[in-house]
């Protein structure tokens, strides 16, 4: 009864607490029915419009000289419709060129507010040519939507990606007549779209950078069901919180292209996210690569929006009672949410800072393990060759032991401190390499490792810090980090795994159904966490990827690598390539190792026990067929072994 009332409690708090609409029931109603004309001269001033004159605002309400705008983020501008005299009188695309905006979203009917103001140009139908700012290389956009109404919530969906899209260019201005209604909501949904916002949070931030904002019930309804929306859509693991109904592979990757856009959307049409990062992140373990980071366009200001929401928080407390943010910053969704062309390859090299940040991340700081000797891998490579090969149990037992030896013969490796770490080169498009501003989160965090590093080093005085087993592999000769990659894929985790090792995928995947956590992803170098997050969703979909029919209709004695899956549907071939492949690349591994990881493969995408009379059937089909395709891509992954690797190269697909 009692944690009844206080439900009950914390939602009456959140209905009285929750944004309203800038207008009555009934002053809603006449806006929709009264004449065009009337509603000009009555609402906005007609000829006089105050939207349209520039006299009737306050300096600070003119971020852009001329027009009532603001600053919604640093790179969101929320203006009132610029006018042909506007423009031409106050210089309008000259400020627009010093203030960094690239492109300008119309969200106006045409014919629109035609007695507001200015005349109309009979050309475009707008108070403006748009042609003036393409003219000027200002990218323009229109999407035509009524005054005062709403769009569906899949329209809004592609307006955000391709305000998402646009952003990559520079800074964007958004208008409507007024700058208000359509161009507050279409604001909101993408901040509830790129960070982890709630509806409420997202209207309540508009509103604070842009008063008046939002101002029908139907627009506020719109942002809560765009938001309401987006959350199946964003959901990876179904087991984890928030939990949704589990899927199969196909509802799962139409749900994907719903959410990706561009080229990512193309390439991904057959091949989930996560199974193709996850690959891509395994050989650049294995072959000792640069971390690969992906930076995201400073947009919006997300320290900005964080100091906003807290002042927000502070003056009515219960509004998020019911919808707590996730701890820590909000983070802008750098993979599955956005455009590919969004982001920003960029290469770090590990400094004593990331692995510190690494090593935190797995509790390894205070009791690091020791570093995996070569000797030790060469050794185990041969024990490898005495293990049985008829019991999978086992044998991947023994890949795990591998995995935890903790010392070497000639004591642990350490890492020197003082390295510098190499600077981080931006692409043109990104702007200028000044000093990384406040408001960019990655580098700011970047910028406080650093400088809790410094302190740490100082308050204990020494000059050495040993170095946690994410960062053994670059210890290890090639040869042996391509066995520990195979030997990784070949584990079932959660069978053999340590309990601490379990925790780490759980927390991965209530991180990646949040949205923002695709980069941190990418800074994960334990190939044990990642190949037992990859497994756990392919055995987490609602029914297996390969069914008994399927695996059934596999015919073991084609030896055409190229055509004998080719009875298996589009996603399923290419999932299975897309591990293949990966697998292929770490070239020569025991054959014990292989083994274990074709029993591996075929379990996870089966849910097939090896054991069972029908099960038995199926490994030895599958078996043969996966080897056959395996060796093929093996063969062409060692002939390309001598050519230089390009950031832009793909294993299986190309990397976003």
Same mark, same amino acid.
């Given at each position: 009864?009692?944690?009844?009332?206080?439900?009950?409690?914390?939602?009456?708090m959140?209905?009285?607490?929750?944004p309203?609409?800038?207008?009555?029931?009934?002053?809603?109603?006449?806006?929709?029915?009264?004449?065009?004309?009337?509603?000009?001269?009555?609402?906005?001033?007609?000829?006089?419009?105050?939207?349209?004159s520039?006299?009737?605002?306050?300096?600070?309400?003119?971020?852009?000289k001329g027009?009532y705008?603001?600053?919604v983020?640093?790179?969101?501008? *929320?203006?009132s419709r610029?006018?042909?005299?506007?423009?031409?009188?106050?210089?309008?695309?000259?400020?627009?060129?010093?203030n960094g905006?690239?492109?300008?979203?119309?969200?106006?009917?045409?014919?629109?507010?035609?007695?507001?103001g200015?005349?109309?140009?009979?050309?475009s139908?707008?108070?403006?040519?748009?042609?003036?700012?393409?003219?000027n290389?200002?990218?323009?956009?229109?999407f035509?939507w009524?005054?005062?109404?709403?769009?569906?919530?899949?329209?809004?969906?592609?307006?955000?990606k391709?305000?998402?899209?646009?952003?990559q260019?520079g800074k964007?201005?958004?208008?409507?007549?007024?700058g208000?209604?359509?161009?507050?909501?279409?604001?909101?949904?993408?901040?509830?779209?790129?960070?982890?916002?709630?509806?409420?949070?997202?209207?309540?931030?508009?509103?604070?950078k842009?008063?008046?904002?939002?101002?029908?019930?139907?627009?506020?309804?719109?942002?809560r069901?765009?938001?309401?929306?987006?959350?199946?859509?964003?959901?990876?693991?179904?087991?984890?919180?928030?939990?949704?109904?589990?899927?199969t592979?196909?509802?799962?990757?139409?749900?994907?292209?719903?959410?990706?856009?561009?080229?990512?959307?193309?390439?991904l049409?057959?091949?989930?996210?996560?199974?193709?990062?996850?690959?891509?992140?395994?050989?650049?373990?294995?072959?000792?690569?640069e971390?690969i980071e992906?930076?995201?366009?400073?947009?919006?200001d997300?320290?900005?929006?964080?100091?906003?929401?807290?002042?927000i928080?502070?003056?009515?407390?219960?509004?998020?009672a019911?919808?707590?943010?996730?701890p820590?910053?909000?983070t802008?969704?750098?993979?599955?949410n956005e455009?590919?062309?969004?982001?920003?390859?960029?290469?770090?090299?590990?400094?004593?800072s990331?692995?510190?940040?690494?090593g935190?991340?797995?509790?390894?700081?205070?009791?690091?393990?020791?570093?995996l000797?070569?000797?030790?891998?060469?050794m185990?490579?041969v024990?490898?060759?005495?293990?049985? !090969?008829n019991?999978?149990?086992?044998?991947t037992?023994?890949?795990?032991?591998?995995?935890?030896?903790e010392?070497?013969?000639?004591? !642990?490796?350490?890492?020197k401190?003082?390295?510098?770490?190499?600077?981080?080169?931006?692409?043109? !498009?990104?702007g200028?390499?000044?000093?990384?501003?406040?408001g960019?989160?990655?580098?700011?965090?970047?910028?406080?490792?650093?400088?809790?590093?410094?302190?740490n080093?100082?308050?204990?005085?020494?000059?050495?810090?040993?170095v946690p087993?994410?960062?053994?592999?670059s210890e290890?000769?090639l040869?042996?980090?391509?066995?520990?990659?195979?030997?990784?894929?070949?584990?079932?985790?959660?069978?053999d795994?340590?309990?601490?090792?379990?925790?780490?995928?759980?927390?991965?995947?209530?991180?990646?159904?949040?949205?923002?956590?695709?980069e941190?992803?990418?800074?994960?170098?334990?190939p044990?966490i990642?190949?037992?997050l990859?497994?756990?969703?392919?055995?987490?979909?609602?029914?297996?990827?390969?069914?008994?029919?399927d695996?059934?209709?596999?015919?073991?004695?084609?030896?055409?690598?190229?055509?004998?899956?080719?009875?298996?549907?589009?996603?399923?071939k290419?999932?299975l390539?897309?591990?293949?492949?990966?697998?292929?690349?770490?070239?020569?591994?025991?054959?014990?190792?292989?083994? *274990?990881?074709?029993?591996?493969?075929?379990?996870?995408?089966?849910?097939?026990?090896?054991?069972?009379?029908?099960?038995?059937?199926?490994?030895?089909t599958?078996?043969?067929?996966?080897?056959?395709?395996?060796e093929?891509?093996?063969?062409?992954?060692?002939?390309?072994?001598?050519?230089?690797?390009?950031?832009?190269? !793909?294993?299986?697909?190309?990397?976003?």
């Open positions: 009864m009692a944690l009844q009332a206080k439900t009950t409690g914390g939602a009456l959140e209905y009285f607490t929750a309203r609409a800038n207008y009555t029931i009934v002053g809603e109603a006449i806006r929709y029915v009264i004449p065009a004309e009337v509603q000009c001269s009555v609402g906005c001033g007609g000829q006089a419009c105050k939207y349209d520039p006299t009737y605002w306050r300096d600070d309400q003119q971020a852009i027009l705008s603001s600053w983020t640093d790179h969101l501008l *929320a203006t610029p006018s042909t005299e506007i423009i031409e009188k106050y210089h309008v695309i000259d400020q627009f060129r010093r905006i690239k492109t300008l979203i119309n969200l106006q009917l045409p014919g629109e507010h035609a007695h507001c200015n005349p109309l140009e009979p050309e139908g707008f108070s403006y040519r748009p042609e003036v700012f393409m003219e290389k200002i990218y323009f956009y229109n035509g009524s005054d005062y109404g709403v769009a569906n919530l899949t329209t809004v969906l592609d307006m955000v391709v305000l998402a899209f646009a952003l260019e964007t201005a958004i208008h409507c007549h007024a208000l209604g359509r161009t507050g909501v279409l604001l909101a949904c993408f901040l509830a779209y790129a960070t982890r916002m709630t509806a409420n949070q997202a209207i309540l931030y508009v509103r604070a842009r008063p008046g904002s939002i101002q029908t019930r139907g627009q506020l309804r719109c942002v069901q765009f938001v309401q929306f987006l959350a199946p859509l964003r959901s990876v693991f179904s087991c984890a919180e928030p939990r949704s109904n589990p899927v592979l196909t509802q799962y990757l139409n749900r994907q292209r719903h959410v990706l856009h561009g080229n990512e959307r193309k390439e049409r057959h091949l989930p996210k996560i199974v193709r990062l996850i690959c891509r992140l395994l050989m650049d373990i294995a072959d000792n690569r971390v992906e930076d995201i366009l400073e947009a919006p997300i320290y900005d929006i964080e100091m906003t929401l807290s002042m928080e502070k003056l009515g407390p219960g509004l998020f019911n919808r707590p943010r996730l820590g910053t909000p802008l969704p750098r993979h599955f455009p590919a062309i969004f982001y920003h390859r960029k290469s770090l090299s590990y400094s004593e990331d692995l510190r940040r690494l935190s991340e797995l509790n390894l700081l205070t009791q690091p393990l020791q570093s000797s070569q000797s030790n891998v060469d185990s490579v024990q490898c060759q005495g293990w049985g !090969s019991t999978s149990d086992t044998l037992g023994s890949l795990w032991h591998l995995k935890n030896v010392k070497q013969k000639d004591g !642990s490796i350490l890492l401190k003082g390295k510098s770490s190499p600077k981080i080169q931006r692409s043109e !498009s990104m200028n390499n000044n000093p990384v501003k406040k960019c989160m990655l580098s700011r965090w970047k910028a406080e490792q650093r400088e809790e590093l410094v302190m080093g100082l308050k204990s005085g020494g000059t050495e810090s040993e087993f994410i960062t053994l592999q290890l000769s040869d042996a980090r391509r066995v520990l990659v195979a030997q990784a894929l070949a584990v079932d985790l959660f069978q795994g340590e309990e601490e090792h379990k925790c780490k995928v759980f927390a991965w995947q209530a991180e990646l159904n949040q949205g923002g956590a695709w941190r992803l990418c800074m994960e170098r334990d044990f990642l190949t037992g990859m497994w756990a969703w392919l055995e987490q979909l609602k029914e297996p990827v390969v069914s008994i029919q695996a059934k209709t596999l015919n073991p004695d084609n030896t055409d690598a190229q055509t004998v899956l080719n009875t298996l549907d589009q996603a399923p290419e999932t390539s897309c591990i293949l492949d990966c697998l292929a690349h770490m070239l020569m591994i025991p054959e014990e190792v292989e083994h *274990a990881f074709l029993n591996r493969i075929i379990k996870a995408f089966t849910w097939m026990d090896s054991n069972s009379d029908e099960g038995r059937s199926v490994y030895e599958m078996t043969r067929v996966l080897r056959c395709v395996l093929d891509m093996r063969r062409k992954a060692s002939s390309t072994e001598a050519a230089p690797w390009s950031p832009f190269s !793909s294993h299986c697909l190309p990397f976003m």
